[in-house]
């Protein structure tokens, strides 16, 4: 009979726990800034899913990512600054811990769809933990808008019929949600869209089911099209778990990976914005982020709390009540979704080397919401000039910029020794970096 008490007592603690567990979904979209969103002020384009998630959650003004998308994502999914464990463009080391390994580690179904880009292998997603996965720019480079290349768990498959890559893996989202509604489930959900080419979506009145290049039907008009049919993708999901009767215990986030293509330029609060993508700039790196919980979140509210790339790995392991591994750089905003007040970040910091060639040159910085402070010295005011052209560093300081230059280098110097210079060795014996490219001319004229 104690047996049998032990055992009910255990499973009832067991199912509690397992019961209190929210789903989470994590939605990424590509190339696109925090100028894009109606609710953040945008005013080009139409974002009418997101502008409800918005109302009713907690839409962050001060939410930054790095410039490139690669780099954000590494960032994203292992909690560390890039300086720690970047290598080079289109790579996640295999040695790191994602948060696609935490969760599924606490009991969560796993799964990943969209744009891939973090290596090769054959078996990449469920290396990093993800039990299932429909992604684009896995093994190889195919479409991914009309008649795309997919890889479904690592197995290709072309298709020829008219079909759009975002629907197909926004078909796969839904599945996924679907099949596991009975049982806690985290999706990450880092969309094709809306990177260019800018081309047609299903919705256009242009579009044209019969092509299968990229190179085909490209224009910057397609922007805002790809916009709201992406919004229309995340309206879908929301519509889903509502129908499933799950909605209010799903933790869900949007972001965006990077700022937007710099052939774009939006109507943001009344003024010209032009996209930043692959700029440290404000233009490069601030994105939207809105998060919705239902059953957590009872009415919409607008935090203006710094978040870094690296915070969304710690906040969903304490949503999920699983213990952040040592060595993360990410601070938890759950506090923030609660409405409490946490531990607001009083500064951010960025070590940004896109790697896509042979160079090797870093962006190394700290900012908070007014000023920013690199490595190199140069000091700026974002809130006269964000697009940093005017270097304050030489000239008569105030006091409330004195003492943000101190504290912004401060925290610099904690990072001064923070690259492991096994990193910068393996990117030079890559065949990428510009080492590596003189040893080859060398052994060539040899």
């Not at 009975?182 to 019969?210: A, G, R, V």
């Not at 990229?214 to 790809?226: G, I």
């Not at 799950?246 to 943001?268: A, K, W």
């Not at 080397?353 to 190199?376: A, C, N």
Request: proline share 6%.
């Amino acid at each position: 009979m104690k047996s049998l008490l032990l055992i009910l007592s255990t499973f009832a603690i067991w199912h509690s726990s397992f019961a209190s567990q929210p789903n989470i979904i994590l939605i990424m979209v590509d190339d696109f800034g925090y100028e894009c969103v109606t609710a953040n002020g945008g005013e080009s384009y139409q974002t009418p899913n997101i502008d409800k998630l918005a109302a009713s959650g907690v839409r962050f003004e001060n939410c930054h990512v790095q410039p490139l998308c690669t780099p954000t994502r590494v960032q994203l999914m292992t909690g560390r600054h890039n300086v720690r464990n970047y290598i080079n463009f289109g790579t996640l080391l295999r040695t790191e811990t994602t948060f696609g390994n935490l969760m599924k580690g606490a009991g969560y179904a796993t799964g990943i769809c969209g744009k891939w880009q973090l290596g090769h292998e054959v078996d990449s997603p469920q290396h990093f933990g993800f039990d299932e996965s429909c992604l684009w720019q896995q093994t190889r480079r195919p479409p991914r808008y009309a008649n795309p290349g997919l890889e479904y768990n690592g197995v290709e498959k072309d298709f020829t019929h008219g079909e759009y890559g975002p629907a197909l893996v926004n078909d796969f989202a839904l599945s996924f949600i679907t099949k596991n509604k009975e049982k806690p489930f985290f999706l990450y959900y880092p969309m094709i869209l809306t990177h260019n080419p800018f081309q047609p979506t299903p919705d256009s009145p242009d579009w044209d089911p019969t092509i299968s290049s990229e190179n085909k039907q490209q224009s910057p008009k397609h922007f805002a099209e790809m916009t709201a049919y992406m919004d229309k993708m995340v309206g879908s999901v929301v519509a889903k778990l509502e129908e499933l009767g799950i909605r209010d215990n799903t933790l869900l986030l949007f972001l965006g990976d990077n700022g937007t293509n710099s052939g774009i330029t939006s109507r943001f609060k009344g003024a010209d914005y032009k996209g930043g993508k692959g700029s440290t700039t404000s233009h490069g790196t601030h994105v939207p982020l809105i998060v919705s919980w239902p059953a957590v979140m009872k009415q919409g509210r607008v935090s203006a709390d710094l978040v870094s790339s690296t915070d969304f790995l710690p906040t969903l392991c304490a949503a999920a009540g699983v213990k952040v591994p040592e060595g993360t750089d990410g601070v938890s905003f759950l506090p923030q979704l609660k409405g409490e007040a946490g531990t607001p970040r009083e500064w951010l910091y960025t070590w940004y080397s896109p790697r896509q060639s042979q160079d090797m040159t870093v962006r190394e910085y700290t900012f908070d919401q007014r000023f920013k402070l690199y490595r190199t010295g140069q000091f700026y005011d974002l809130s006269t000039d964000e697009l940093e052209k005017q270097d304050i560093a030489a000239t008569t300081l105030s006091s409330e910029a004195t003492a943000a230059k101190t504290k912004l280098q401060t925290a610099l110097d904690q990072f001064k020794d923070a690259r492991p210079i096994e990193l910068d060795r393996e990117f030079q014996s890559s065949g990428k970096g510009k080492a590596a490219k003189k040893a080859r001319k060398k052994n060539k004229k040899e």
